[in-house]
Protein backbone atom coordinates (compact mmCIF):
# COMPACT_ATOMS: atom_id res chain seq x y z
CA UNK A 1 0.00 0.00 0.00
CA UNK A 2 2.81 2.49 0.77
CA UNK A 3 4.28 1.86 -2.21
CA UNK A 4 1.63 2.28 -4.32
CA UNK A 5 1.38 6.03 -2.70
CA UNK A 6 4.68 6.73 -3.41
CA UNK A 7 4.26 5.38 -6.71
CA UNK A 8 1.45 7.97 -7.23
CA UNK A 9 3.36 10.83 -5.82
CA UNK A 10 6.15 10.59 -8.08
CA UNK A 11 4.17 9.86 -11.20
CA UNK A 12 1.35 12.64 -10.25
CA UNK A 13 4.47 15.43 -10.83
CA UNK A 14 5.67 13.89 -14.19
CA UNK A 15 2.40 13.60 -15.67
CA UNK A 16 1.75 17.56 -14.70
CA UNK A 17 5.02 18.36 -16.47
CA UNK A 18 4.30 16.14 -19.80
CA UNK A 19 1.05 18.06 -20.11
CA UNK A 20 2.82 21.30 -19.27
CA UNK A 21 5.87 20.14 -22.50
CA UNK A 22 1.84 19.63 -24.64
CA UNK A 23 0.81 23.27 -23.81
CA UNK A 24 4.06 24.55 -24.31
CA UNK A 25 4.65 22.77 -28.04
CA UNK A 26 1.16 23.48 -28.49
CA UNK A 27 1.94 27.76 -29.01
CA UNK A 28 5.03 26.72 -30.35
CA UNK A 29 3.76 25.21 -33.04
CA UNK A 30 0.75 27.72 -33.67
CA UNK A 31 3.82 30.14 -33.70
CA UNK A 32 2.69 31.76 -30.78
CA UNK A 33 6.29 32.07 -29.91
CA UNK A 34 6.30 34.37 -26.81
CA UNK A 35 3.56 32.39 -25.08
CA UNK A 36 5.26 29.47 -25.90
CA UNK A 37 8.76 31.13 -23.96
CA UNK A 38 6.83 31.92 -20.78
CA UNK A 39 5.60 27.87 -21.14
CA UNK A 40 8.19 26.43 -21.52
CA UNK A 41 10.48 28.74 -18.62
CA UNK A 42 7.56 27.44 -16.46
CA UNK A 43 8.48 23.79 -17.24
CA UNK A 44 11.88 24.50 -16.19
CA UNK A 45 10.81 25.58 -13.04
CA UNK A 46 9.15 22.86 -11.81
CA UNK A 47 11.18 20.32 -13.51
CA UNK A 48 13.13 20.14 -10.49
CA UNK A 49 15.21 16.93 -11.88
CA UNK A 50 15.88 18.72 -14.99
CA UNK A 51 14.43 16.28 -17.42
CA UNK A 52 13.31 18.49 -19.51
CA UNK A 53 16.39 20.84 -19.36
CA UNK A 54 17.75 20.66 -22.52
CA UNK A 55 14.08 20.12 -24.52
CA UNK A 56 13.12 23.16 -22.32
CA UNK A 57 15.79 25.47 -23.51
CA UNK A 58 16.51 24.35 -26.96
CA UNK A 59 12.33 25.46 -27.32
CA UNK A 60 12.95 28.26 -25.62
CA UNK A 61 15.74 29.59 -27.80
CA UNK A 62 14.02 28.30 -31.21
CA UNK A 63 11.47 30.49 -30.01
CA UNK A 64 13.21 33.40 -29.39
CA UNK A 65 14.49 32.78 -33.03
CA UNK A 66 11.15 32.75 -35.00
CA UNK A 67 10.38 36.36 -32.88
CA UNK A 68 14.14 37.14 -34.19
CA UNK A 69 15.42 37.79 -30.93
CA UNK A 70 18.35 36.26 -31.86
CA UNK A 71 20.69 37.37 -28.95
CA UNK A 72 18.81 35.47 -26.76
CA UNK A 73 18.16 32.53 -29.12
CA UNK A 74 21.90 32.30 -28.43
CA UNK A 75 21.85 32.71 -25.02
CA UNK A 76 19.52 29.94 -24.87
CA UNK A 77 21.01 26.91 -27.39
CA UNK A 78 24.36 28.08 -24.71
CA UNK A 79 22.25 27.09 -22.03
CA UNK A 80 20.39 23.72 -23.75
CA UNK A 81 24.19 22.83 -24.77
CA UNK A 82 25.85 23.14 -20.79
CA UNK A 83 22.26 21.06 -20.01
CA UNK A 84 23.23 17.87 -21.17
CA UNK A 85 26.04 15.44 -21.41
CA UNK A 86 24.85 14.12 -24.38
CA UNK A 87 27.30 14.77 -27.51
CA UNK A 88 25.06 14.78 -29.94
CA UNK A 89 22.57 17.30 -28.40
CA UNK A 90 25.82 19.44 -27.73
CA UNK A 91 26.59 19.70 -31.57
CA UNK A 92 22.97 20.16 -32.85
CA UNK A 93 22.86 23.45 -30.25
CA UNK A 94 26.32 24.24 -31.84
CA UNK A 95 25.24 24.34 -35.21
CA UNK A 96 21.75 26.25 -33.84
CA UNK A 97 24.38 28.99 -32.81
CA UNK A 98 25.86 28.96 -36.16
CA UNK A 99 22.80 29.30 -37.97
CA UNK A 100 21.60 31.69 -35.59
CA UNK A 101 25.16 33.89 -36.58
CA UNK A 102 24.27 33.52 -40.15
CA UNK A 103 20.88 35.03 -39.74
CA UNK A 104 22.51 37.87 -37.23
CA UNK A 105 25.36 38.41 -39.72
CA UNK A 106 27.85 37.63 -37.46
CA UNK A 107 30.01 36.06 -39.91
CA UNK A 108 33.29 35.68 -38.13
CA UNK A 109 31.38 34.02 -35.04
CA UNK A 110 30.05 31.59 -37.31
CA UNK A 111 33.57 31.06 -39.40
CA UNK A 112 35.49 30.41 -35.94
CA UNK A 113 32.71 28.04 -34.20
CA UNK A 114 32.79 25.97 -37.06
CA UNK A 115 35.97 26.18 -37.47
CA UNK A 116 36.56 25.07 -34.20
CA UNK A 117 34.66 22.05 -34.36
CA UNK A 118 35.97 21.20 -37.68
CA UNK A 119 39.04 21.12 -35.85
CA UNK A 120 38.10 18.26 -33.48
CA UNK A 121 35.35 16.46 -35.66
CA UNK A 122 36.24 13.30 -36.93
CA UNK A 123 33.10 11.97 -38.36
CA UNK A 124 32.90 12.56 -42.18
CA UNK A 125 28.73 13.33 -42.08
CA UNK A 126 29.13 15.89 -39.52
CA UNK A 127 31.77 17.68 -41.37
CA UNK A 128 29.84 17.61 -44.51
CA UNK A 129 27.27 19.75 -42.01
CA UNK A 130 29.60 22.13 -40.87
CA UNK A 131 30.98 22.93 -44.64
CA UNK A 132 27.48 23.51 -45.67
CA UNK A 133 26.31 26.11 -42.80
CA UNK A 134 29.82 27.55 -43.37
CA UNK A 135 28.84 27.95 -47.21
CA UNK A 136 25.88 29.58 -45.67
CA UNK A 137 27.92 31.80 -43.70
CA UNK A 138 29.92 33.08 -46.91
CA UNK A 139 26.66 33.59 -48.77
CA UNK A 140 24.76 35.62 -45.93
CA UNK A 141 28.45 37.33 -45.61
CA UNK A 142 28.26 38.20 -49.94
CA UNK A 143 31.28 35.74 -50.39
CA UNK A 144 29.50 33.85 -52.70
CA UNK A 145 33.04 32.68 -54.28
CA UNK A 146 34.11 30.70 -51.34
CA UNK A 147 30.46 29.30 -50.72
CA UNK A 148 30.96 28.17 -54.30
CA UNK A 149 34.21 26.35 -54.21
CA UNK A 150 33.02 24.71 -50.33
CA UNK A 151 29.41 23.37 -51.74
CA UNK A 152 31.10 22.05 -55.12
CA UNK A 153 32.94 19.88 -53.24
CA UNK A 154 29.87 17.47 -52.75
CA UNK A 155 27.70 16.58 -55.32
CA UNK A 156 24.38 16.35 -53.23
CA UNK A 157 24.76 20.36 -52.61
CA UNK A 158 24.87 20.64 -56.75
CA UNK A 159 21.40 22.85 -56.61
CA UNK A 160 22.82 25.11 -54.05
CA UNK A 161 26.30 25.13 -55.84
CA UNK A 162 24.62 26.28 -59.02
CA UNK A 163 22.97 28.88 -57.48
CA UNK A 164 26.24 30.21 -55.81
CA UNK A 165 27.92 30.13 -59.54
CA UNK A 166 24.86 32.41 -60.96
CA UNK A 167 25.17 34.97 -58.72
CA UNK A 168 29.61 35.19 -59.65
CA UNK A 169 28.38 35.07 -63.24
CA UNK A 170 25.65 37.90 -62.86
CA UNK A 171 28.39 39.83 -60.49
CA UNK A 172 29.80 43.45 -61.56
CA UNK A 173 33.69 43.48 -61.72
CA UNK A 174 33.95 46.29 -59.54
CA UNK A 175 37.55 47.02 -61.24
CA UNK A 176 36.61 46.47 -64.50
CA UNK A 177 33.53 49.40 -64.09
CA UNK A 178 36.39 51.78 -62.89
CA UNK A 179 39.21 50.79 -65.44
CA UNK A 180 36.21 51.43 -68.35
CA UNK A 181 35.81 54.95 -65.98
CA UNK A 182 39.33 56.25 -65.92
CA UNK A 183 39.45 55.16 -70.12
CA UNK A 184 36.07 56.89 -71.17
CA UNK A 185 34.63 59.35 -68.42
CA UNK A 186 30.62 57.15 -68.26
CA UNK A 187 32.06 54.22 -69.43
CA UNK A 188 31.58 52.82 -66.26
CA UNK A 189 28.08 53.52 -64.99
CA UNK A 190 27.16 52.34 -69.15
CA UNK A 191 28.55 48.72 -68.18
CA UNK A 192 26.92 48.63 -65.15
CA UNK A 193 23.31 49.88 -66.80
CA UNK A 194 23.47 53.67 -64.75
CA UNK A 195 22.96 54.97 -68.69
CA UNK A 196 21.88 58.55 -67.56
CA UNK A 197 24.36 59.10 -65.20
CA UNK A 198 26.96 57.66 -67.61
CA UNK A 199 26.04 60.12 -70.22
CA UNK A 200 25.92 63.15 -68.09
CA UNK A 201 29.25 62.46 -66.76
CA UNK A 202 30.71 61.67 -70.10
CA UNK A 203 29.20 65.18 -71.04
CA UNK A 204 30.68 67.44 -67.78
CA UNK A 205 34.42 65.74 -68.54
CA UNK A 206 33.97 66.84 -72.19
CA UNK A 207 32.65 70.27 -71.39
CA UNK A 208 35.49 70.97 -68.67
CA UNK A 209 37.62 69.13 -70.44
CA UNK A 210 37.06 71.48 -73.47
CA UNK A 211 37.34 74.51 -71.64
CA UNK A 212 40.56 73.81 -69.93
CA UNK A 213 42.35 72.94 -73.21
CA UNK A 214 41.14 75.91 -74.57
CA UNK A 215 41.96 77.95 -72.11
CA UNK A 216 45.52 76.38 -72.16
CA UNK A 217 45.22 76.79 -76.06
CA UNK A 218 44.81 80.62 -75.53
CA UNK A 219 47.39 81.56 -73.09
CA UNK A 220 45.03 81.32 -69.88
CA UNK A 221 46.66 79.75 -68.06
CA UNK A 222 45.17 80.60 -64.52
CA UNK A 223 41.77 80.02 -65.85
CA UNK A 224 43.08 76.74 -67.26
CA UNK A 225 44.60 75.67 -63.88
CA UNK A 226 40.95 76.49 -62.41
CA UNK A 227 38.86 74.84 -64.46
CA UNK A 228 40.97 71.91 -64.61
CA UNK A 229 41.66 71.45 -60.88
CA UNK A 230 38.42 72.87 -59.69
CA UNK A 231 35.88 71.54 -62.85
CA UNK A 232 37.54 69.31 -65.12
CA UNK A 233 39.32 66.49 -61.91
CA UNK A 234 36.59 66.99 -59.96
CA UNK A 235 34.01 65.35 -62.39
CA UNK A 236 36.63 62.78 -63.82
CA UNK A 237 37.19 61.68 -60.27
CA UNK A 238 33.47 61.68 -59.48
CA UNK A 239 32.93 59.43 -62.77
CA UNK A 240 35.38 56.62 -61.57
CA UNK A 241 33.89 56.86 -57.96
CA UNK A 242 30.31 56.31 -59.06
CA UNK A 243 31.50 53.66 -61.51
CA UNK A 244 33.08 51.83 -58.79
CA UNK A 245 29.97 52.47 -56.19
CA UNK A 246 26.91 51.45 -58.78
CA UNK A 247 28.93 48.88 -59.45
CA UNK A 248 29.36 47.72 -55.81
CA UNK A 249 25.51 48.72 -54.93
CA UNK A 250 24.40 46.52 -58.10
CA UNK A 251 26.23 43.30 -56.67
CA UNK A 252 24.73 43.49 -53.38
CA UNK A 253 20.99 44.01 -54.94
CA UNK A 254 21.97 40.82 -57.29
CA UNK A 255 22.90 39.16 -54.08
CA UNK A 256 20.31 39.97 -51.95
CA UNK A 257 17.73 38.64 -54.60
CA UNK A 258 19.27 35.76 -54.83
CA UNK A 259 19.30 35.02 -51.27
CA UNK A 260 15.65 36.07 -51.15
CA UNK A 261 14.85 33.36 -54.34
CA UNK A 262 16.94 30.48 -52.34
CA UNK A 263 15.16 31.41 -49.00
CA UNK A 264 11.77 31.34 -50.86
CA UNK A 265 12.31 28.38 -53.54
CA UNK A 266 15.37 26.39 -51.65
CA UNK A 267 13.94 23.05 -50.41
CA UNK A 268 16.98 22.18 -48.47
CA UNK A 269 17.51 23.37 -44.77
CA UNK A 270 18.57 26.80 -44.37
CA UNK A 271 19.41 28.61 -40.72
Same mark, same amino acid.
Given at each position: ????? $????????????????????????????????????????????? &???????? !???????????????????? !??????????????????? $???????? &??????????????????????????????? &????????? $?????????????????????? $????????????????????????????????????????????????????????????????????????????????????????????????????????
Amino acid at each position: MLFFI $ISVINIKPQDDLQRQVEFADNLYHQKLFYDAITEYKRLLFFDVNR &TYSFYANN !KIAQSYKGGGKFDDAVKYFK !KAELSTLDQSEKFESKLEI $IKVNILRE &TTQQSIDLIDELLSEEKDKEKVKQLDYWKAW &TYMFANKWE $IAYQILNIYPEFSELSKYCKEV $IDEKYSVNFAKLLAYILPGAGQFYTGEYLSGAMSLSWNILFGYLTINSFVEERVFDGFAIGTLLWMRFYRGNYQNAERFAENKNIEIANNKLKYIQQNYQGLKP
